[in-house]
C-alpha cells in the first residue's frame, strides 16, 4: 500500500517562509495540491518522475519550489515570501507515472496524503 507522509505545515507571519515534506513509500511522478476552507483543491506545483520537469501555478511562481530527492523518495515545497491568501491544507499527491510530463488535475493522481495545515496571519 503505497503511504504519502507529510510534514512541515504551521503557523507563520506574512512575508516568511515554510517548507514541506512529503515522504513517500516508493518513486513516483508527485506534486502539492492545495484547499482553502470553502473552496475547491487547486494545484500549487508538481514534478515529473525523474524530477526534470517542473510545472507550478501562476499564483506562486518565484515564490514557491518544489524538489525532490530519489534516495529517499521525498518531496519538498519551499515556500517563501507567503501570505495570507496561502492559507490551506496542503495536500502532497502521487501518480504511478514515469514521463516526464506534470499534471495539474486532481483526478490523475493515484494516492493522497493526509494533508497538512498552512496557516498565514498577516
Known amino acids: 500500500q503505497v503511504q504519502l507522509v507529510e510534514s512541515g505545515g504551521g503557523l507563520v507571519q506574512a512575508g516568511g517562509s515554510l517548507r514541506l515534506a512529503c515522504a513517500a513509500s516508493?518513486?513516483?511522478?508527485m506534486a502539492w495540491f492545495r484547499q482553502a476552507p470553502g473552496k475547491e483543491r487547486e494545484f500549487v506545483a508538481g514534478?515529473?518522475?525523474?524530477?526534470?520537469?517542473?510545472h507550478y501555478a501562476d499564483f506562486v511562481k518565484g515564490r514557491f519550489t518544489i524538489s525532490r530527492d530519489n534516495a529517499k523518495n521525498t518531496v519538498f515545497l519551499q515556500m517563501n515570501t507567503l501570505n495570507p491568501e496561502d492559507t490551506a491544507v496542503y495536500y502532497c499527491?502521487?501518480?504511478?507515472?514515469?514521463?516526464?510530463?506534470?499534471?495539474?488535475?486532481?483526478?490523475?493522481?493515484?494516492?493522497w496524503g493526509q494533508g497538512t495545515q498552512v496557516t498565514v496571519s498577516s
Open positions: 499527491a502521487a501518480r504511478s507515472s514515469t514521463s516526464t510530463t506534470v499534471s495539474r488535475t486532481t483526478t490523475e493522481y493515484d494516492y
Open positions: 516508493g518513486r513516483y511522478a
Open positions: 514534478i515529473s518522475w525523474g524530477g526534470g520537469v517542473m
